[in-house]
């Protein structure tokens, strides 16, 4: 299979190291299993890739300060896995990221892999675990949920997360080999979008089973509820809103507090998560009324075709409630079909510690502008037809998975591991930041970087949205804009204002289709290079397509010599340099762990 011959992610905190033998007197705090089954969604049987045999698999509570022990089972025949815990920076446990060609060696089939999690402080939110590896993504997924190691920053009585994904039913191989092949065949949209597994494409009384029914939110009056949207979709940025339930508060934004933002209705896009406060209804209003059930209504939003569907908000009421008999025939929500100007410029953090390190723009020391737009490596656009083989490219290259997995490129981290070979900074200078020998971002302890993604339409002039993602270290959101980014005027807005803290926001589009390869849209993100985020990190846009066809990027913050002197010494890390090596474990041998953190439980 593809994505087999991949890298590994450095040290990159001061920790505990303690090398051990998980034998059978160690215990995992969860157990994932992927396996290779026959589920259904939206009512259609599909072959997917799931964990713990459902889709999405179940929550994961973890808590800050404290270490989690997951294992992971690769049960899928002929195929590799990895767990990446999407938000989380996993720099001080140097293996346990799960991001293909960056962080670790893939789980062969037939083996497993302990990850070490440990949240730190601030790391209490909303995020969610997935596959990474080719498009496995869009069934192998669950919600992740880390608690506060005190008081949570707001009071409210209830807290529900709500997992949103695609379906297709086209299965993941197929879909693959579509998008890298000569000539390019795209997925198509989605069959349907699910809110926790359910499509709500069909009446509670007309589905043939329930993974097409509405998705039943219980909620009792009177009370308020934390709301945790978390985006796991594939493709789709979705717009919801709540029957009558308009008076909604944003309070964290990609696991980071912020302050009250009020707002009355959720839009999240791939990988983005978003907690709403809702304050429910008087038992008076709706248990002594003649409605205490309000429709959910969603759609797909920036995409050719809206896909929709329902979720039911049902109050907890004494008297005996029947569900609809139907589905509406008209939504009874209205939603908007503006998506750049959600919450732009809106949100602000909560953390005065975090508020106060943002750096300035006096601060930047160097702006690196990476232009995205579709490139053919083989072909010709004619006649409206990308008649070729076609990949996402920044600034005209391309990073593609299976390309460096196929060429079986030493990976990034071993080579400076074991050789000191890092990116040339004189020679990236040269080309807007980016190292063509080492297809690498390279960046010096002490930078303070603008990072501008702008939105190219390429020779097809159609615009397409992206949520950008970036792994490790959180940025600080400079927003978002149409034409191109002009520092000093978007300075302007942060004379009294602070940007949250985010790892996945929009680079969106401003128009459907214009003149080819012209630029309208940027996205700017801020962050400093400290010894705490040293180390080789992917920046990605997380659209599952979008990335297997190559849209990502590979950065590494410090030196050869800073970032080996991260690295536990050996015996620790060698169990992890190799494909299937010590530190997996088989049915027949048990692997040997590198335990980073003192407080383990086990």
Not at 486 to 497: C, L, P, V
Request: with cysteine; aromatic share 12%.
């Amino acid at each position: 299979m593809l994505f087999r011959f991949l890298a590994l992610l450095p040290f990159l905190a001061g920790a505990f190291a303690e090398y051990q033998v998980h034998d059978d007197t160690f215990k995992p705090d969860y157990v994932l299993e992927a396996t290779l089954d026959d589920i259904k969604i939206n009512c259609v049987s599909r072959s997917s890739i799931v964990f713990n045999g459902t889709s999405p698999g179940p929550t994961i509570y973890l808590q800050e300060e404290q270490t989690t022990w997951i294992r992971v089972y690769n049960k899928i025949p002929d195929n590799n896995v990895t767990v990446h815990w999407h938000g989380l920076s996993q720099r001080a446990a140097p293996f346990s990221d799960g991001t293909p060609l960056v962080s670790q060696w893939p789980i062969p089939a037939g083996q497993f892999f302990d990850y070490e999690i440990r949240p730190e402080i601030g790391d209490a939110g909303s995020y969610f675990y997935h596959s990474h590896v080719g498009f496995q993504i869009v069934t192998a997924f669950g919600a992740l949920i880390v608690r506060d190691a005190g008081k949570p920053e707001y009071k409210y009585d209830g807290d529900i997360p709500l997992l949103v994904g695609d379906n297709y039913a086209t299965e993941d191989e197929v879909i693959e080999q579509g998008l890298l092949a000569d000539p390019f065949k795209w997925s198509g949209e989605p069959q349907a979008i699910t809110i926790q597994g359910n499509s709500g494409n069909k009446s509670f009384y007309e589905a043939p089973d329930s993974s097409c029914m509405p998705h039943v939110v219980n909620v009792d009056p009177g009370k308020v509820y934390r709301l945790r949207f978390i985006s796991a979709t594939a493709l789709s940025m979705i717009k919801l809103g709540i029957e009558d339930h308009e008076n909604l508060t944003v309070i964290e934004a990609d696991g980071s507090y912020t302050k009250p933002a009020k707002i009355d209705h959720v839009q999240v896009s791939p990988g983005q998560r978003y907690s709403y406060l809702m304050k429910t209804k008087s038992s008076k209003e709706v248990c002594g009324g003649d409605k205490s059930q309000y429709w959910i209504r969603y759609e797909s939003r920036d995409r050719p075709k809206v896909i929709s569907g329902y979720a039911l908000l049902k109050y907890r009421c004494d008297k005996n409630q029947k569900l609809p008999t139907s589905l509406p025939e008209t939504s009874p929500i209205e939603l908007s079909n503006s998506t750049a100007d959600y919450l732009e410029y809106a949100l602000e953090g909560l953390s005065e510690k975090n508020n106060r390190a943002f750096p300035r723009l006096s601060e930047v020391t160097r702006t690196v502008v990476i232009q995205i737009n579709q490139i053919l490596t083989t072909g010709a656009y004619v006649n409206g037809t990308l008649n070729g083989t076609v990949a996402w490219a920044q600034n005209g290259l391309p990073w593609k998975e299976n390309v460096q997995a196929e060429r079986r490129q030493v990976p990034y981290l071993i080579q400076i591991y074991e050789n000191g070979t890092t990116p040339n900074y004189t020679l990236a200078l040269e080309h807007h930041g980016f190292d063509p020998e080492t297809k690498a971002f390279p960046a010096k302890v002490g930078e303070v970087l603008d990072i501008v993604w702008e939105n190219n339409n390429g020779p097809t002039g159609g615009w397409d949205y992206h949520p950008m993602h970036v792994h490790g270290y959180h940025v600080y959101d400079l927003g978002s804009g149409n034409g191109t980014y002009n520092a000093t005027e978007n300075e302007a807005h942060f004379e009294s204002f602070t940007p949250v803290l985010r790892d996945t926001t929009n680079l969106y589009r401003y128009a459907v289709k214009g003149a080819p390869h012209h630029t309208a849209g940027w996205r700017a993100w801020r962050i400093r290079i400290t010894e705490e985020n040293i180390g080789a990190w992917m920046m990605h846009c997380h659209i599952a397509q979008h990335q297997v066809m190559g849209m990502a990027t590979v950065w590494v913050f410090g030196d050869a010599e800073q970032i080996r002197g991260k690295f536990p010494a050996p015996p620790y890390t060698q169990g992890y340099l190799t494909y299937g090596g010590s530190a997996y474990g088989t049915e027949d041998d048990q692997p040997w762990v590198n335990e980073y953190y003192s407080d383990k439980g086990n």
